[in-house]
């Protein structure tokens, strides 16, 4: 069983930047992929950016590329999702997920545990 704890949400002016965490329980946390999805109103959720258990290798959306980073620190069973560049386009709900495998290409139904997520407005 894995919980995650997504924090760090709020509203910011465009160009700006926030934070994001998602610090999860379990013991297996490292062995296991993690995610950051979005979901705008109207819209599907989509990935925003995964990275592997280890963090070796991680994988982003095309419309984040050079904006975002995200991060992980096995020993705080945490990781981050660093957004600069914040644009309208990017509020949405964020959610952090766990996923049943470890590289960074898992498929959004291989995502088995969510959190419960945190709010991210860009707006003047």
């Known amino acids: 069983q894995v919980q995650l704890v997504e924090s760090g949400g709020g509203l910011v002016l465009p160009g700006g930047s926030l934070r994001l965490s998602c610090t999860a329980s379990g013991r297996t946390f490292s062995s296991r992929a993690v995610g950051w999805f979005r979901q705008a109103p109207g819209k599907e959720r989509e990935l925003v950016a995964a990275?592997?258990?280890?963090?070796?290798?991680?994988n982003y959306a095309d419309s984040v590329k050079g904006r975002f980073t995200i991060s992980r620190d096995n020993a705080k069973n945490t990781v981050y999702l660093q957004m600069n560049g914040l644009k309208p386009e990017d509020t949405a709900v964020y959610y952090c997920a766990s996923a049943r495998l470890a590289h960074a290409f898992a498929a959004q139904q291989d995502y088995d545990y969510w959190g419960q997520g945190t709010q991210v407005t860009v707006s003047s």
């Open positions: 990275i592997s258990g280890p963090g070796f290798s991680t």
